[in-house]
Nanobody, 121 residues
Framework: QVQLVESGGGLVHPGGSLRLSCAAS????????MGWYRQAPGKQRELVAR???????IYADSVKGRFTISRDNAKNTVYLQMSSLKPEDTAVYYC???????????????WGQGTQVTVSS
């Protein structure tokens, strides 16, 4: 019904920057929130940043001041600008969207396939 396609991951040195993108497509009536989660090896998936339809943003304490989430509503796309990257930011980053789909009153939770971010010297 809804597909999320991520891009922008890769290998970066500590202190460097990357920008992740996630485009949503499909039977979308309304996107209520979009966000990024990450999962490092041996750890649980955790929220990195989230933006809701009114523009309110939420960040994990570990990324505040370094990461910025933004959204292009016309393109159904969310971005995560990551700066001052640290080795502990290394993880698979997953895009998430909470969506009302066409023909259904309920909200649904969709996930992208993930993109690897590796911070290493």
């Amino acid at each position: 019904q809804v597909q999320l396609v991520e891009s922008g991951g890769g290998l970066v040195h500590p202190g460097g920057s990357l920008r992740l993108s996630c485009a949503a497509s499909g039977s979308i009536l309304r996107i209520n929130a979009m966000g990024w989660y990450r999962q490092a090896p041996g750890k649980q998936r955790e929220l990195v940043a989230r933006i809701i339809s009114g523009g309110t943003t939420i960040y994990a304490d570990s990324v505040k001041g370094r990461f910025t989430i933004s959204r292009d509503n016309a393109k159904n796309t969310v971005y995560l600008q990551m700066s001052s990257l640290k080795p502990e930011d290394t993880a698979v980053y997953y895009c998430n969207a909470i969506v009302n789909v066409v023909g259904n009153r309920d909200e649904y939770n969709f996930w992208g396939q993930g993109t690897q971010v590796t911070v290493s010297s």
